[in-house]
């Protein structure tokens, strides 16, 4: 019988290295994770997270909550869009230790470009919508272990853009 049929490999020194590898490596969850880092605000509702995975709402949902009692993400509420319809209230991010994991697994060298592919996906009205809608802060040290440098553009290709 192996290690993991006993349970004894729950209990080794590697333990949480696997748990937290299986938790990131999940599909679902790690489109989840790419999107979230890729959104200008690393705050996303629902519907973009659908529309970004084209994964089904049920899917996203069960998802979120796995990573929610991980402690990764956190549900964000934005209480003046409570209640209109045509904004989301509701957000999905990190959390203080969801960035600290990311930053352990190296996640975060890829902020450039999952931002870049997520700038370049074309986006309906509706995404477009609630990706400008106006969303709570996130906690400052979540914001700023996700904040990176734009690149200079003009200095790549010379300065010759307008």
Request: glycine share 6%; aromatic share 8%.
């Amino acid at each position: 019988m192996s290690e993991t049929d006993t349970g004894a490999a729950d209990a080794g020194p590697f333990a949480e290295q696997q748990r937290l590898f299986k938790l990131l490596s999940q599909d679902t969850r790690h489109l989840i994770i790419q999107e979230l880092l890729g959104h200008p605000a690393h705050l996303m509702s629902l519907a973009e997270l659908e529309y970004m995975t084209g994964k089904s709402q049920a899917a996203i949902k069960d998802q979120l909550e796995t990573l929610i009692d991980a402690g990764l993400l956190a549900r964000y509420t934005y209480d003046p869009s409570e209640g209109k319809r045509d904004l989301p209230a509701q957000f999905y991010g990190f959390t203080e230790r969801g960035v600290e994991v990311l930053h352990d697994y190296k996640y975060l060298r890829g902020l450039p470009v999952a931002r870049a592919l997520y700038e370049n996906t074309r986006k309906t009205e509706k995404i477009e919508r609630h990706e400008s809608a106006p969303r709570p802060e996130l906690p400052d040290a979540v914001a700023e272990a996700l904040e990176f440098d734009e690149p200079d553009l003009d200095a790549v290709d010379g300065g010759t853009n307008p």
